[in-house]
């Protein structure tokens, strides 16, 4: 489980403002500017398509997740595929964004129907150009997709996500026990650091267990209720 996304226990789901931005802060701002503009009355712009890549757990679903909500709180119909897709469907014209999401897991099938949705929403048969956006887990020209899915991923606007360092883990750490409203005391994230997985969606799911037990056993939470909760859970 290796995701920058704060999205289990009390969250209510990925969205820009949860994101931790750290060094990512242009590729999150490029996002927040398109979605707060994407369906304004001067949508009739050709939107520039994006593309995010980086390792597993920098943060590429937690951010495409992110514009789907966005998008579909303010009433837009938006074309979503991800590697589990089984049967994408055709792209549809009321779409106003296509999002795909690791598209380096993408089946030959599923490479084909993400290379029919960029030239419908590039170029579409009626209406203005939707904007496209995908994430990978490398630059568009080392993806080992179809050439011509693999040449339009690089068209437009390209955004490498970079991993969070060690006081940027701690402070999201910090962000997401203050967002449950409990306190997490030094010694208990050194704890969280130096005896299990640093990768961040592992420790965000710890925080979200350690939580829970503590809220079914109504104590705060320590070291020793820590390794209660590892000893019967």
């Known amino acids: 489980m290796k995701q920058l996304a704060l999205d289990i226990g009390l969250a209510t789901g990925p969205s820009l403002s949860r994101f931790y931005e750290g060094s990512n802060a242009a590729v999150v ?6 979605v707060g503009e994407g369906l304004s009355s001067d949508a009739a712009r050709a939107p520039v398509p994006t593309y995010l890549w980086g390792v597993s757990g920098s943060g590429k679903s937690h ?11 303010q009433g837009a119909e938006v074309g979503w595929m991800d590697a589990s897709t089984g049967f ?10 296509v999002i795909m999401d690791d598209v380096h897991l993408y089946t030959p099938m599923q490479q084909s129907r993400a290379f029919n949705w960029f030239v419908n929403a590039i170029a579409p ?7 496209v956006l995908a994430a990978g887990d490398a630059p568009p020209a080392d993806l080992t997709l179809r ?17 969070l360092d060690e006081p940027e883990r701690r402070a999201v750490l910090r962000q997401e026990a203050d967002a449950r409203g409990v ?5 208990v994230m050194d704890y969280m650091l130096n005896r299990f997985s640093r990768d961040l969606g592992s420790l965000m799911q710890l925080l979200g267990m350690l939580d829970g037990f503590a809220l079914r056993n109504k104590r705060a ?9 590892l000893e019967t859970e």
Do not use: C, N
């Open 183 to 187: 306190f997490l005391s030094d010694d």
């Open 125 to 131: 048969p009626s209406g203005s150009p939707r904007w």
């Open 29 to 34: 701002q490029h996002l927040r500017t398109w």
């Open 147 to 163: 050439d011509d899915l693999r040449s339009r991923l690089g068209w437009g606007h390209v955004f490498q996500l970079h991993l």
């Open 221 to 229: 939470i320590t070291i020793p209720l820590l390794k209660t909760m």
């Open 88 to 97: 994408p469907p055709e792209f549809d014209e009321r779409w106003a964004a």
């Open 63 to 73: 951010l495409l997740k992110a514009v789907y909500a966005a998008l579909r709180e």
